[in-house]
Antibody, heavy 127, light 110 residues
Framework: QITLKESGPTLVKPTQTLTLTCTFSGFSLNSIGVGVGWIRQPPGKALEWLALIYWNDDERYRPSLKSRLSITKGTSKNQVVLTMTNMDPVDTATYYC???????????????????WGQGTLVTVSS | QSALTQPASLSGSPGQSITISCTGTSTDVGIFNYVSWHQQYPGRAPKLMIYDVTNRPSGVSDRFSGSKSGNTASLTISGLQAEDEADYYCSSYTTYRSWVFGGGTKLTVL
């Protein structure tokens, strides 16, 4: 059974850097075709895809936020870390960690899915 | 890279069929068959319902089906049930090597 759980601060101040950790079980980020991503959802609004890291260290970012985002594999083999700099109140959202699987085993053929998702963690940006 | 366009809300009666549209562009939906649909209940994490336009994951009811024509993908729910009342989001891979979600559709079962 695959599970993911997000952890990090619930409140950050404007201009600060947010660091979120995704701790997962039931799969290996060393397995071909596997990735871990981050998706957020502002209160009452739609989902926004943020970033993804694959088993082969290929990193993908939301184009409009690329300069502020960094996704890395954690020091533990079952963790992925998302860093977002220069936080603003508009970044207030529930941040989800999600498992990604490419059925083809290739990042060049992203035939697969984002599933399952973690429970999400609400991050509020306020002074 | 703009969000995919979905109707904000839809409603249907039990037993009816409804279709949710998801309109993108030639840089996402129109060029790739990598469209997914997720269902989300209030306060809960999304759940995958359809991937790669038409495929249903194991355990998802066959009342859910997906299709695509040109720049528009669609999710059809047949035999509408009260438990189908939820928010639905489409998503697509893009030419920017990233993914984009739709604005979401709130489905009400009357």
């Amino acid at each position: 059974q695959i599970t993911l759980k997000e952890s990090g601060p619930t409140l950050v101040k404007p201009t600060q850097t947010l660091t979120l950790t995704c701790t997962f079980s039931g799969f290996s980020l060393n397995s071909i075709g596997v990735g871990v991503g981050w998706i957020r959802q502002p209160p009452g609004k739609a989902l926004e895809w943020l970033a993804l890291i694959y088993w082969n260290d290929d990193e993908r970012y939301r184009p409009s936020l690329k300069s502020r985002l960094s996704i890395t594999k954690g020091t533990s083999k079952n963790q992925v870390v998302l860093t977002m700099t220069n936080m603003d109140p508009v970044d207030t959202a529930t941040y989800y960690c999600v498992h990604r699987l490419e059925l083809s085993g290739s990042v060049l053929d992203p035939s697969g899915w984002f599933d399952p998702w973690g429970q999400g963690t609400l991050v509020t940006v306020s002074s | 890279q703009s969000a995919l366009t979905q109707p904000a809300s839809l409603s249907g009666s039990p037993g009816q069929s409804i279709t949710i549209s998801c309109t993108g562009t030639s840089t996402d939906v129109g060029i790739f068959n990598y469209v997914s649909w997720h269902q989300q209940y209030p306060g809960r994490a999304p759940k995958l319902m359809i991937y790669d336009v038409t495929n249903r994951p194991s355990g998802v009811s066959d009342r859910f089906s997906g299709s695509k024509s040109g720049n528009t993908a669609s999710l059809t729910i047949s035999g509408l049930q009260a438990e189908d009342e939820a928010d639905y989001y489409c998503s697509s891979y893009t030419t920017y090597r990233s993914w984009v979600f739709g604005g979401g559709t709130k489905l009400t079962v009357l």
